[in-house]
Nanobody, 115 residues
Framework: VQLQASGGGLVQAGGSRRLSCAIS????????MAWYRQAPGNQRELVAA????????NYAAPVKGRFTISKDDEKRMMYLQMNSLMTEDTAVYYC?????????WGKGTLVTVSS
């Protein structure tokens, strides 16, 4: 399984950005889908996650109410809608797939939020 994240870039504080993750194969083996981020000097952290069937959404406290994770099975895509962006959201964002065969990561996409 291959994942390709895109949509990063420079955005002003208060703005919005949608990240996309193209997934080469989506099937019933998917247990969960998630977005992580890693800011400079920090460890990679969970941002948002959802079950493979679409239920049980989970968000990290700093992004709750601002970010939304979603997926489109037909297009084999996962998304992260980010609103009310803050400078603290600056990081490389990664998409991750957890399947019964193992975990898969996409290459990150950099989001830089300017003040």
């Amino acid at each position: 399984v291959q994942l390709q994240a895109s949509g990063g870039g420079l955005v002003q504080a208060g703005g919005s950005r949608r990240l996309s993750c193209a997934i080469s194969r989506m099937d019933s083996s998917i247990v969960a889908m998630a977005w992580y981020r890693q800011a400079p000097g920090n460890q990679r952290e969970l941002v948002a996650a959802m079950m493979g069937g679409g239920g049980i959404l989970n968000y990290a406290a700093p992004v709750k109410g601002r970010f939304t994770i979603s997926k489109d099975d037909e297009k084999r895509m996962m998304y992260l809608q980010m609103n009310s962006l803050m400078t603290e959201d600056t990081a490389v964002y990664y998409c991750k797939l957890t399947t019964r065969r193992g975990d898969y990561w996409g290459k990150g996409t950099l989001v830089t939020v300017s003040s």
